[in-house]
């Protein structure tokens, strides 16, 4: 990506640049690889090493996928998944966005730098040490199990996370849009409904996905609340682990289901990820 | 011409007012949200960790420092301890330097050759105990991958029967899954440094071992800081990996710190006892963040 390094390189340089970058992605691929392989074998063929070419050395056969798909656990984990991680997303943008575009825009008594170190900090705490008072917070609110329970806390965990990136999104605006819009006569709600979300929806859309995959991924409240109607991916693979053992083909279908959506969902996201990710310390 | 300008005057006083409480009115469900859901929950940790906490029944004795010494005379507190430790600092500083140095050679790397960056991005969004999951399928040594792979070559392992094994094992997946956390941040970075750099120092020298270490490594070091601090704190967090990967075994040789708390909390319901030692670990991790925040803070100021 830079012009003047790459002209000026020798072809030694230019090599290990390739052979760096090839044995790499060799490496982040081999478990997706041995995944999609094992997931397409019979459980015989998992145990041999010549198996490698479909069709020439084993017969593909999808029958680790009929059978996880129509056992009763996997679909209702995956929808759960599915309900939990959009519920939450839609949840933290609803009350986030427009905090986020509160905070970025208008003047508070509170320093922005005090609120950045108050979000920081919640970062700093493990999940699991407040995993007791909300355990006992769902009991108390008869919400052990359910999907409910579990967007409440996910929201809890990505709402200051949420803010603090679209806050950033906001700041990118430039003033004078702002400017222009009032002296056309836009109130302060017409300029965030019709300037400042269409301007920073790809932003936003980075946020959504961000926070998507945290709740997706996300394994120890998962388990440890909703362990069996509302159970989601995590708890599914959590369970199917000590129940199916190291059956390679299942636990194969099992890993692609689980990891596939976030995955494919990151392909299409590259601003922003940096700045999201840390939490907008980092621009890029 | 005084009728013409009062309605003006007036307009622009309602935009103002108006935006003023739109702001609070803005902020105000996320405000209420956090306040209610993010508070409480460290004070009722607090409170527990000084009680006797009976599920159904609620606190039914307050019990003053039993619990704390309880936790601190427990083997499996301090071994947890030291076994996080050891993950975090193995673990984070090859994630730092592997991250850095893909990212210095997807900079390098023309532009049409861009697709390395999306398949080294990947992993960061796969669930962490699906990966730990599939590790089994890797390292256990009947037709695990690496452990096969390794075998052809003479190494023997016992990934997943031995304590140093499993988290080694642990370790290996938590670089394959975060090492393009810092590789992000590190192009980000790297993206930073000008052309003009790098075009200046070429006139110097024509090797490239120079320009990385002396002109990338230290122009981006403060973004690089910021991915150290931010995979050091996600790091303590450590859960998913080896909990699928071993369960924290064999016996609790590979149950870090998440992992017992998790199980002291959940599985025997003692909050008092979790609680004790999360209030503990909290202490021990807004320590080391905060060491290694000034540390950060000094090299680049």
Redesign the interface.
């Given at each position: 990506?830079?012009?003047?390094?790459?002209l000026?390189?020798?072809w030694r340089?230019r090599a290990?640049?390739?052979i760096?970058?090839i044995v790499?992605?060799i490496?982040?691929?081999?478990?997706?690889v041995?995944?999609i392989q094992?997931s397409i074998k019979s459980l015989t063929d998992?145990?041999n090493?010549a198996a490698i070419v479909p069709f020439v050395n084993y017969t593909p056969t999808l029958s680790s996928w009929i059978k996880v798909l129509s056992d009763n656990q996997a679909i209702p984990a995956l929808l759960s998944s599915l309900i939990v991680s959009s519920g939450t997303t839609l949840l933290v943008i609803l009350?986030?966005t427009?905090?986020a575009?509160?905070?970025a825009?208008?003047e508070?008594p509170i320093r922005s730098r005090d609120l950045n170190l108050w979000f920081y900090s919640?970062?700093?705490?493990?999940?699991?040490?407040?995993?007791?008072?909300?355990?006992?917070?769902l009991?108390q609110l008869k919400l052990v199990d359910t999907r409910i329970g579990l967007i409440?806390i996910y929201?809890?965990f990505n709402?200051?996370f949420g803010?603090v990136i679209m806050r950033d999104v906001f700041r990118e605006i430039s003033r004078d849009i702002n400017d222009a819009a009032?002296v056309d006569g836009a109130?302060?709600?017409q300029i965030?409904w019709l300037i400042a979300i269409p301007l920073s929806l790809d932003g936003l859309i980075v946020t959504g996905i961000i926070v998507f995959?945290f709740c997706?991924?996300e394994?120890?409240f998962a388990s440890?609340v909703a362990p069996q109607h509302a159970a989601t991916?995590?708890t599914f693979?959590?369970a199917?682990?000590?129940t199916q053992g190291?059956n390679?083909n299942i636990?194969?279908v099992?890993?692609l289901i689980?990891?596939m959506p976030?995955?494919l969902?990151?392909?299409f996201v590259?601003r922003y990820?940096?700045?999201g990710?840390?939490f907008g310390?980092?621009?890029? | 011409m005084h009728d013409l300008k009062l309605p003006f005057v007036r307009r622009s006083e309602r935009l103002y007012s108006s935006s003023n409480t739109l702001k609070y009115i803005f902020i105000l469900p996320a405000a209420l949200w956090i306040v209610a859901f993010t508070i409480f929950p460290v004070f009722a940790t607090i409170q527990y960790s000084f009680a006797n906490y009976v599920l159904g029944r609620g606190i039914t004795a307050y019990v003053g420092l039993e619990n704390y010494l309880n936790v601190l005379r427990s083997g499996a507190f301090w071994y947890s301890m030291f076994i996080t430790s050891a993950y975090v600092s193995i673990a984070v500083p090859v994630e730092l330097v592997l991250g850095f140095l893909l990212a210095w050679f997807v900079i390098l790397c023309p532009r049409e050759h861009n697709f390395f960056r999306p398949i080294l991005t990947a992993p960061l969004f796969t669930m962490e105990v699906a990966i730990g999951y599939l590790g089994i399928t890797l390292f256990t040594s009947q037709g695990g991958l690496f452990a096969e792979v390794l075998d052809y070559f003479g190494v023997h392992i016992p990934w997943m029967t031995t304590a140093s094994g499993g988290l080694a094992a642990a370790i290996i997946l938590d670089v394959w899954r975060w090492t393009p956390f810092v590789f992000l941040i590190a192009i980000a970075g790297l993206s930073g440094i000008p052309d003009e750099m790098y075009e200046a120092a070429l006139l110097e020298t024509s090797n490239y071992r120079h320009l990385l270490l002396y002109i990338a490594l230290p122009l981006s070091w403060p973004v690089l800081s910021v991915a150290l601090l931010l995979r050091l704190i996600e790091a303590l967090k450590t859960f998913g990996i080896p909990l699928a990967l071993t369960g924290g075994g064999p016996g609790i040789s590979t149950q870090l710190f998440s992992i017992l708390n998790y199980y002291t909390t959940i599985q025997f319901f003692d909050f008092g006892k979790g609680s004790a030692m999360a209030v503990i670990y909290l202490i021990f991790v807004s320590v080391v963040v905060a060491l290694f925040f000034n540390g950060l803070r000094k090299g680049f100021e």
């Open positions: 990506m830079r012009r003047a390094l790459w000026a390189a020798s340089v290990t640049t390739y760096v970058l790499a992605s490496w982040v691929l081999t478990p997706f041995w995944a094992n998992t145990f090493p009350l986030g427009p905090a575009y509160s905070l825009g208008f508070f919640q970062r700093v705490m493990p999940p699991v040490v407040v995993l007791a008072p909300f355990f006992i917070l009991v409440l929201t809890t709402l200051t803010i009032k109130n302060a709600w965030f995959s997706w991924n394994a120890l440890a991916l995590a693979v959590l199917s682990r000590s190291v390679f636990a194969a099992n890993t689980a990891i976030p995955v969902m990151s392909l590259h990820l940096a700045r990710l840390t310390a980092v621009k890029g | -």
